[in-house]
């Protein structure tokens, strides 16, 4: 378990949220579980899954069935709020106000440009897909203290010539 709380909604955020999110956050706080925790018996990964709830990935039906089961929230709720598409970039104002969120747009902002020409000197020209995704989240520990460790790992996309 870990030693810090678990995530919560913030209540400034449903307005722009699916009507998912607070059944799925509510659920989640009166159980206090984890993303990590819930993603281990979903056998999913926790961003995938804190995803799921803020409405940016779509749930399988078995990820509905799992969380309903999990969470005790009845099955029907769940396939109903959970039916459709996600509706992507939609919680965030640009630039971000939070501080950890507005710090990693300061990364890209810092670093975007070295990003590209490594990325493009290594690869050529093309994206790095956002879609054929996947990343992580790990602490790492040492003698200067606690450190984040994100992974973005996207498939490398060619522009093709037309």
Known sequence: MASHPIATLDASLIPRLPASSPTL?????????????????LGRDEVAIAALFYGQAMAST???????????????????????FPDR????EMP????????LFEVIQNYG?????????????GIMSAISFSTK?????????EWAVITLRGKWLPYSRF
């Open 89 to 92: 970039g939609r919680t965030m």
């Open 25 to 41: 956050f509510e659920a989640k706080k009166q159980k206090n579980l984890s993303f990590e925790a819930i993603a281990k018996e």
């Open 113 to 125: 440009y070295a990003y590209k020409a490594v990325l493009n000197e290594k690869f050529g020209d």
């Open 62 to 84: 078995e990820d509905i069935k799992k969380l309903s089961q999990i969470l005790e929230i009845p099955h029907e709720t769940l396939e109903t709020q959970l039916a459709g």
């Open 96 to 103: 971000p106000k939070e501080p950890l969120i507005y710090r």
């Open 137 to 145: 989240i790990e602490k790492e520990t040492d003698e200067k203290g």
